[in-house]
């Protein structure tokens, strides 16, 4: 029995009258009760609008608020509370980092680099980028075993980089990112690196300051907190010469008939309300998973990772994409296809057993076309999964073709 399993109530429910085996955790994850009890006993006893009040409720508003910073920015190994800015998501991050990074900042015949594993998230924002400045997109293509080699970091990072910018953990492939070694790559050049941690977070520890990283994004929500609130890290000397993403009430010094002078770091880069209660959800999720440890959660999802590759390659007509060893560097991810079936014909036929996986281009497009697919079905773990969830999962899976008509 999984010791944390009980501790979300959404995984005791039913779908189609079984019991939810919930695979679809690079998607979102579920929430502890732990977290659920602080965002409510926010709302119950702290709840105003922060900064503005003069009045006690409004003070101890803006102290959940600041004390969910500091909790963030201790927890990633951030050197200043004040480099910890809430967004709404990693999509909102990435794009505060094209916007007030990319655009005032880049010039033409600069180049930006990426890789093909982006999510969306991480790769529109710069093509819009591209096209305002006149700045070159460069490419890194993973090995047939999803890894980006030395040389191809060597040779896709040159003088003219000035933004390097990939995920840590791909959100298909699941392989870990070198993330020290593009860094230094980066820098060398003289480029910034801007590092998507949506999918690395949740299961293994970031220190931005052993890094040296200089931007990071990720999303609460796929790390146990409610939807709705993310975090931009950024070095305070990149993030002070940054003009404003959004602007509006909160990030304001002074404002006049004609201009406005703005408020200093983090209020700089949060117009407008922000999502408290979001933010008390996610400090308390750092508590949760803190006590739940990234060795545990690493060992737990090894095991499960190395159990479902095994069941799967004994499964016929499936192929998996990417590595198919669990080796170290690889996250809980895998994606598949079924001979013959659409992902989505497999997503389906698997809810009927209250099997949830993801189907789809996973808004990595550029990532299916470089495959030669054009779409995979998805399964991603947590560490409240078990063995039986994918003994169900592996079971479901090898009705798929026969619901199908399809022999043996
Ligand atoms: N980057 C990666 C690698 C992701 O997997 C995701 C979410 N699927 C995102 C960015 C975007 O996250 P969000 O939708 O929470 O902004």
Not at 39 to 64: F, I, K, M
Not at 226 to 248: D, I, Q
Not at 277 to 293: D, F, I, M, P, S
Not at 355 to 379: D, E
Request: charged share 20%; hydrophobic share 40%.
């Amino acid at each position: 029995m999984n010791p944390y399993l009980n501790d979300f109530p959404i995984l005791q429910e039913k779908e189609n009258g079984r019991r939810l085996v919930y695979l679809d955790n690079a998607a979102t994850t579920q929430k502890p009760l732990s977290v659920l009890k602080a965002v409510e006993e926010y709302y119950r006893t702290e709840n105003a609008n922060p900064y503005r009040g003069l009045y006690s409720l409004s003070v101890r508003a803006t102290q959940a608020y600041e004390d969910a910073r500091h909790t963030v920015a201790e927890w990633i190994g951030a050197g200043d509370d004040s480099e910890i800015i809430f967004t709404r998501n990693a999509t909102e991050s990435l794009n505060l980092v094209a916007y007030s990074y990319g655009l005032p900042f880049l010039r033409e015949g600069d180049e930006v680099t990426l890789s093909v594993l982006e999510h969306h998230s991480n790769l529109v924002p710069w093509q819009m980028v591209a096209k305002a400045k006149g700045v070159k997109l460069n490419f890194l293509y993973p090995d047939a075993s999803g890894r980006l080699t030395d040389e191809e970091i060597e040779k896709k990072i040159t003088p003219n980089t000035r933004v390097v910018a990939v995920t840590h953990v791909s959100n298909v492939l699941g392989t870990v990112n070198p993330a020290a070694k593009i860094i230094d790559a980066a820098h060398r050049a003289g480029a910034v690196v801007v590092l998507d941690c949506a999918q690395s977070i949740p299961h293994f520890p970031l220190n931005v300051g052993e890094l040296d990283v200089d931007f990071a994004a990720f999303s609460g929500h796929k790390m146990l907190a409610p939807m709705g609130v993310g975090v931009l890290y950024g070095k305070k000397a990149l993030l002070e010469k940054m003009p404003p993403f959004l602007t509006g009430g909160e990030m304001i010094e002074y404002v006049y008939e004609q201009d406005a002078t703005f408020a200093p770091l983090p209020q700089k880069f949060e117009a407008g309300t922000p999502n408290v209660g979001g933010a008390v959800g996610l400090a308390e999720a750092v508590r949760y998973l803190r006590k739940v440890g990234y060795d545990t959660i690493q060992k737990t999802e090894a095991e499960l990772l190395a159990y479902a590759l095994q069941g799967l390659a004994a499964v016929p007509h499936v192929t998996v994409y990417g590595d198919k060893t669990g080796a170290r560097d690889r996250c809980g991810v895998i994606s598949f296809n079924v001979d013959g079936v659409h992902p989505h014909d497999v997503a389906t036929i698997l809810n009927e057993d209250g099997v949830a996986i993801r189907a789809g281009h996973h808004c990595a497009q550029p990532l299916m076309r470089y495959l030669g697919i054009n779409a995979a079905c998805r399964l991603s773990l947590y560490f409240y999964n078990t063995k039986e969830d994918i003994d169900i999962f592996l079971e479901s899976l090898k009705k798929v073709r026969g619901w199908l008509g399809y022999g043996a």
